[in-house]
């Protein structure tokens, strides 16, 4: 049974870092893309940022570049995802998603993604 663990979440004021972890079971992920996603009170869930499986190449969504950084410890079975310059905006649940696809550019999209942790929340205060 494959798992996606998320951890790491928690509450920050604005201007915080956080960095958020995915440990995979049940199967190994170091040749498939990984990528987190969120999802506001109210809101649809979104993209925030993907990795390839080999790591060199990214990708983030507009709102987050420049503040957050994705990377992978393949030998871990583990993504990361480390949040700078929080703001009241970020504050969502977080999920991480793998691929069973072993293609080079990461994804943005949800539908492309075949496994999803449980979640964990981020709350940012002003």
Not at 96 to 119: I, K, M, N, V
Request: a positive charge; proline letters at 5%.
């Amino acid at each position: 049974q494959v798992q996606l663990v998320e951890s790491g979440g928690g509450l920050v004021q604005a201007g915080g870092s956080l960095r958020l972890s995915c440990v995979a079971s049940g199967r190994t992920f170091r040749m498939n893309p990984m990528g987190w996603f969120r999802q506001a009170p109210g809101k649809e869930r979104e993209f925030v940022a993907a990795i390839s499986w080999s790591g060199p190449s990214t990708r983030y969504a507009d709102s987050v570049k420049g503040r957050f950084t994705i990377s992978r410890d393949n030998a871990k079975n583990t993504v990361y995802l480390q949040m700078n310059s929080l703001k009241p905006d970020d504050t969502a649940v977080y999920y991480c998603a793998g691929e069973e696809s072993t293609r080079f550019y990461p994804s943005p999209l949800q539908s492309d993604y075949d496994y999803w942790g449980q979640g964990t929340q981020v709350t940012v205060s002003s």
